[in-house]
């Protein structure tokens, strides 16, 4: 009796076992996309290039991929987006929007005692959290242009700066800013970058 419980145990075992394999075939992220281990769970990032699109454009497309423009849980993050775009656009440089909003208490401040440079904006994606995914470029976020600068961009420049900015941090920015009109190619946004959860 022991032999066949033994068996029976050994038969099961290796089914489920089985199973776990057949599991590893459905990947936690489509093809494409990379997977980013957060303390919260997994979460899918795809960098998707279109010049001078506007924050609420790049919204509606990520939408259409069932993702939404995505935060940053941490520096690595950000930097996997730099690079990606850098790798794309090289030796060029430009901007590329992400899941970063002013926060509406902050809407008519610049940066104060109420509106830091870690409050004033907050994550649009509904699940990064904290603020180790958030480095400002020095003296940003200002909210300049009148207040305007609802939105952020991310800089990204092979030479370290582009004009004045440094490579890797942030910006504040109207959610619509039109960096050719304004005579601002050099910070043209090239890209944008969305998010979504992964399968597990
Ligand atoms: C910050 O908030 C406090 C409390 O609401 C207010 O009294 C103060 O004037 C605010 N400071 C600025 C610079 O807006």
């Not at 038969?11 to 590893?24: A, Q, Y």
Request: net charge negative.
């Amino acid at each position: 009796m022991l032999r066949i419980l033994v068996l029976l145990f050994f038969f099961s075992v290796s089914i489920s076992s089985k199973k776990e394999n057949c599991d590893e075939d459905e990947m936690p992220c489509e093809e494409g996309w990379k997977l980013f281990e957060r303390p919260q769970g997994g979460w899918c990032m795809k960098v998707f290039y279109q010049s001078n699109i506007p924050h609420e454009a790049a919204e509606k497309q990520c939408q259409e991929h069932k993702a939404t423009l995505s935060g940053f849980q941490d520096q690595r993050e950000s930097l996997y987006v730099v690079s990606t775009v850098l790798d794309k656009i090289y030796p060029g440089t430009g901007t590329v929007r992400f899941g970063l909003k002013r926060r509406k208490d902050c809407f008519y401040h610049a940066l104060d005692e109420n509106c830091t440079a870690l409050n004033s904006f907050e994550w649009t994606d509904g699940f990064t959290t904290g603020t180790d995914g958030i480095l400002w470029d020095r003296d940003q976020p200002d909210n300049s242009w009148g207040w305007a600068q609802r939105c952020a961009m991310l800089i990204v420049s092979p030479g370290g700066y582009s004009l004045n900015s440094q490579a890797g941090t942030m910006d504040d920015i109207q959610c619509d800013f039109d960096f050719v009109k304004n005579k601002e190619e050099e910070r043209q946004t090239r890209a944008f970058v969305c998010g979504k959860r992964a399968a597990f």
